[in-house]
Nanobody, 124 residues
Framework: VQLQASGGGLAQAGGSLRLSCAAS????????MGWFRQAPGKEREFVAA????????YYADSVKGRFTISRDNARSTVYLQMDNLRVEDTAVYYC??????????????????WGQGTLVTVSS
């Protein structure tokens, strides 16, 4: 399974960025895909996830109301629209695809396939 992430960059506080993650190489669709992020000196943390069937969405409290996750089933692509960005959103963002029939953010990192990471920098 390969995950190709794109869309990171530099934004000012209050601005917007949109990330994309295209999945390929799976013989069957996973349960859900999502995004995590890792800021300098901090552990990787869950940001958002979406199920392929039904489009159920889940967000970390820190991004609720500001970030929107969506998916395009035909393109096996997940998007993360990030609005009203804050300096504390600065991090490397990783897309993740669950290996099993569930998506548990607290699970070990080996439970997911990972994209290469894309840097988001928010300036004040």
């Amino acid at each position: 399974v390969q995950l190709q992430a794109s869309g990171g960059g530099l934004a000012q506080a209050g601005g917007s960025l949109r990330l994309s993650c295209a999945a390929s190489g799976r013989t069957s669709r996973s349960y859900a895909m999502g995004w995590f992020r890792q800021a300098p000196g901090k552990e990787r943390e869950f940001v958002a996830a979406i199920t392929w069937i039904g489009g159920g969405t889940y967000y970390a409290d820190s991004v609720k109301g500001r970030f929107t996750i969506s998916r395009d089933n035909a393109r096996s692509t997940v998007y993360l629209q990030m609005d009203n960005l804050r300096v504390e959103d600065t991090a490397v963002y990783y897309c993740a695809d669950s290996k099993s029939g569930s998506f548990i953010p607290q699970a070990d990192q080996t439970s997911f396939y990972w994209g290469q990471g894309t840097l988001v920098t928010v300036s004040s």
